[in-house]
Nanobody, 115 residues
Framework: QVQLVESGGGLVQAGGSLRLSCAAS????????MSWYRQAPGKERELVAQ????????NYAGSVKGRFTISRDNAKNTLYLQMNDLKSEDTAVYYC????????WGRGTQVTVSS
């Protein structure tokens, strides 16, 4: 059974940090490009960051570049998102996604940034 399970969300003050994790199971994690998306209330889901299968290439949305870092540990089948200098506009549900032969999504974890 394929699973992507996000964790690490919560309530944090503006300027603070959080580290999200996404634990993958049921598929060959190392063969999938991975990414983080987020969806704020009343807004479209948007791409936050993506990372290649080997972790050698990353891309970020302009709004998070320099503040967020995506990484992966293929030995642990886990994707990460280190979020620093959080802003109120980062408040959203964060989802991980795996794209390869199939397309998998997690159920999300809530991040709330108070100003």
């Amino acid at each position: 059974q394929v699973q992507l399970v996000e964790s690490g969300g919560g309530l944090v003050q503006a300027g603070g940090s959080l580290r999200l994790s996404c634990a993958a199971s049921g598929f060959t994690f190392s063969t999938y490009a991975m990414s983080w998306y987020r969806q704020a209330p009343g807004k479209e889901r948007e791409l936050v960051a993506q990372i290649a299968r080997t972790g050698g290439s990353t891309n970020y949305a302009g709004s998070v570049k320099g503040r967020f870092t995506i990484s992966r540990d293929n030995a642990k089948n886990t994707l990460y998102l280190q979020m620093n200098d959080l802003k109120s506009e980062d408040t959203a549900v964060y989802y991980c996604r795996g794209r390869g032969f199939y397309d998998y999504w997690g159920r999300g974890t809530q991040v709330t940034v108070s100003s």
